[in-house]
């Protein structure tokens, strides 16, 4: 948890901004005082339109020791600089919780987002590609020939080399599949959910698929419908090699589910909880029919601070706190008044028999972690839940 304290706020003067038409909410307060609890982003939903703007009313104020982080209990105000909006804390320089190492023992900073709704995220999935995957150790049986296994069971694996016995790593158990496919508007990556494997990931952290879904064993691949670019996996176990061999012995020290055959067996986790991201929009041009391709615990869509899956990754220029809007497509429905109805004139004019509806903003997303292909993004706020399918765009549109 301590890795997970880090606070979000430290790159704000570190790295470049770019220019934006900051907007101030006309009800904002004269002064807000930090409560526990609070967020970056509400905090800055307080003072603007458009929270992700945060970092362009920031002044680092020079007379406090470490002026980057915020705590519970600071003093914030809104003033203007050379006729720019600034926000600081406390306008006098002061703090009124005492001296910094005390209060940092104590509470801690604020973050960006609240971090128990991404801490599972941002170490128990893993996205791998095909070459990776097929490369892997796999559990073939559990000891006893269980069809499940716990602490402090054994497994057994093949296709793991010799390493030094007491070794640890991860099992994880494959969940989804990625495949790149030709869309209407151009290449488009689709998620694919097992069909046979629901349940071995909790509902709430289980992505909702769009499109078909394959067939799948232990063994073999998914039905392909595109080119694959990627296959999800959410970690369920750690183990200890017990015994070197064909097949290996591995003691299950530690599971958050059962371990089964096929689980995949990998290194431990090297991502170090890289939370030094900042709301901001992206910088390259975002590809024509990028998409949100999965929702985790909501099959109808899920809203604020619940978690989705974005067809852009580190391939496109998408890092930690890039920030984006959700617009749900239109639909084309058909015209029955135009050629008139029980004596109703039908309208002038040449007018089709269908008509395409305009999208509508759904809501506002910021990715806190990102795959080459793939990324997975927090729902901030919005007019209505995010779903598989709405189309994303820079945050700044809302029509």
């Known amino acids: 948890m301590k890795k997970l304290c880090i606070t979000m706020i430290a790159l704000l003067v570190a790295l470049p901004l770019v220019a934006q038409d900051v907007e101030i909410r ?49 003093r914030l105000s809104l003033i203007y600089v050379d006729g720019q909006p600034r926000l600081v804390i406390n306008a006098d320089g002061t703090r009124r919780l005492g001296p910094e190492i005390r209060r940092e023992a104590v509470t801690g900073p604020i973050t960006t987002v609240p971090l128990g709704a991404i801490e599972p995220y ?30 402090p069971d054994y497994s057994y694996v093949r296709n ?33 959910q097992l069909r046979n494997n629901r349940g071995a990931v909790p509902s709430d952290q289980r992505p909702v698929e769009v499109g078909a879904r394959g067939g799948w064993n232990p063994f073999s691949r998914f039905g392909q419908r595109g080119d694959v670019v990627g296959y999800g996996l959410w970690e369920v176990a750690r183990v200890r090699l017990a015994k070197n061999g064909d097949p290996a012995t591995v003691e299950i020290i530690d599971a958050e589910l059962d371990v089964r055959a096929g689980d995949y067996l990998l290194p ?25 391709i999965g929702t985790f615990g909501g099959e109808y869509g899920v809203g604020h601070y619940q978690i989705v899956t974005l067809d852009l990754g580190r391939n496109d220029g998408v890092e930690p706190g890039v920030t ?39 809501g506002v997303m910021m990715v806190f972690r990102a795959f ?13 839940a995010v779903s598989s399918g709405d189309r994303i765009a820079h945050p700044d549109r809302r029509l």
């Open 26 to 74: 006309e009800d904002h307060p004269g002064e807000y005082v930090v409560q526990e609890g609070d967020t970056l982003w509400d905090i800055a939903g307080r003072f603007l339109t458009r929270p992700w703007q945060w970092p362009a009313i920031w002044q680092a104020n020079p007379q406090i020791e470490n002026p980057h982080l915020i705590y519970p209990g600071d």
């Open 122 to 151: 941002l170490t128990r999935p893993r996205v791998l590609g095909p070459d990776e995957l097929a490369a892997l150790p796999y559990v073939v049986a559990n000891q006893d020939e269980r069809y499940v296994a716990a602490p």
């Open 160 to 192: 793991l080399p010799d390493a030094p016995l007491n070794s640890e790593y991860m099992l994880a158990r494959l969940t989804s599949q990625f495949e790149r496919v030709d869309a209407d508007q151009g290449s488009a990556i689709r998620q694919n």
């Open 268 to 292: 431990l986790d090297p991502y170090l909880y890289d939370l030094t991201f900042y709301p901001r929009p992206p910088e390259q041009a975002i590809p024509d029919g990028a998409r949100v």
């Open 324 to 362: 984006f809007s959700a617009f749900r497509p239109g639909q084309s429905v058909e015209d029955g008044f135009n050629r008139g109805l029980r004596g109703r004139p039908a309208p002038a004019g040449d007018l089709k028999r269908s008509v395409d509806l305009p999208e509508q903003y759904v």
């Open 372 to 384: 080459e292909e793939v990324s997975y993004a927090l729902v901030m706020d919005g007019k209505r």
